[in-house]
């Protein structure tokens, strides 16, 4: 199954158009990724993702990446929340219904700009990065937590290495960089980048 592409009308549209940017809904992607990255018959299948099989995720293009503490923004992974009221909650809630048929728990954006141009193996690892912020909880004693369902209960999670390089110069690896450091001495499964300098998510934790 071919990666997806933004939708064309992106690429016509003037970096100075009036609308900034637009936002539309890639259910094509999260059809993708539950084909080639979920399913355990995909052709770049990761089982570090089983949790989401079933999760309530919508995915969606913007039409450009954005700045943010000096940083271009090419994704971000988010948990669902209305922070207001009245009208304003129910506007959101509307077209949450308009976009989806429904307000999905977690939401995936990435920058069409981006996307459009990069590589495929630059693609998967976007598209990878934001699915690793989306973690399965944990209940008081550290097990893997379940919804009343019985699903997998979610939620958004940092990296699993974040550590000053002075400090492990000095004091050596933890076990989580030590971790890191291994995997990083074996070849690629897929190919060589970093993208977590251009994750919103990952912005919005960082201190």
Known sequence: ?????????????????????????????????QTEILADT?????????????ADIAVMW??????KQGRRVLGQAEQLAFRAGGWQKA?????????????PAFIITLAADYCSNCSDTEFCALV???????????????QPAFTQDGAPKLKLQGHDVEEFVGVVRRYGASIEVQAMVDAANKPAEVGKLNISRACGTCLLKSA
């Open 1 to 33: 199954m071919a990666r997806p592409f933004p939708p064309k009308s992106f690429e016509e549209m003037s970096e100075l158009s009036m609308l900034g940017i637009r936002l539309e809904p890639a259910p094509e992607v999260w059809e993708w990724i």
């Open 62 to 67: 913007a039409s450009s990446s954005f700045e």
């Open 128 to 142: 990878e990065h934001e699915l690793y912020h989306l973690a399965q909880a944990t209940d008081k004693y550290g």
């Open 91 to 103: 506007r959101m809630e509307q077209q949450m219904f308009d976009w989806f048929g429904g307000v």
């Open 42 to 54: 995909g052709s770049i299948h990761n089982e570090d993702h089983a949790h989401l099989i079933d």
